[in-house]
């Protein structure tokens, strides 16, 4: 048997749906008496990248929040598009882009590991992991 805590919900695929994840993941470690700060930031990226580029019309994306007993927090986003992936590595957006682009390389930077993992179709996870016991 596992002591892992667990919260997930389905959001909208909306900016709203986005924010709300963000606010969750600061209540619910706030919850669990765990530091949210970078945490938040991770949530807010994820959620915004499936709104952004994993949204498909009609249809939700979960967040789902995973403490182990070690207090590593697994933050994971499923969107139900998973014929589009984030690239293996973050690359900097072009000059022109002013104001987005960036979310990979905030999650490659603020977490301790991060990737994709595919199904069931037509879904994709992506996910970042971070040590919460600091």
Do not use: C, Y
């Not at 807010?44 to 498909?56: M, P, Q, S, Y």
């Not at 072009?94 to 991060?114: H, K, N």
């Amino acid at each position: 048997m596992t002591d892992e805590l667990t919260f997930t919900i389905r959001l909208s695929a909306t900016p709203r749906g986005a924010r709300l994840a963000r606010r969750l993941t600061v209540q619910q470690l706030m919850d669990w008496q765990r530091p949210f700060e970078t945490a938040e930031h991770l949530a807010a990226e994820l959620a915004n990248n499936a709104i952004t580029h994993g949204r498909v019309q009609g249809r939700d994306f979960r967040l789902t929040l995973k403490l182990t007993e070690t207090n590593t927090l697994r933050i994971e986003v499923t969107d139900t598009r998973g014929d589009v992936q984030p690239p293996g590595t973050p690359q900097p957006p072009p000059p022109e882009a002013a104001t987005s682009g960036r979310g990979l390389l905030l999650i490659d930077a603020l977490a301790d590991g991060w990737g994709t993992t595919l199904g069931p179709p037509p879904t994709k996870t992506v996910w970042a992991e971070l040590d919460v016991s600091k």
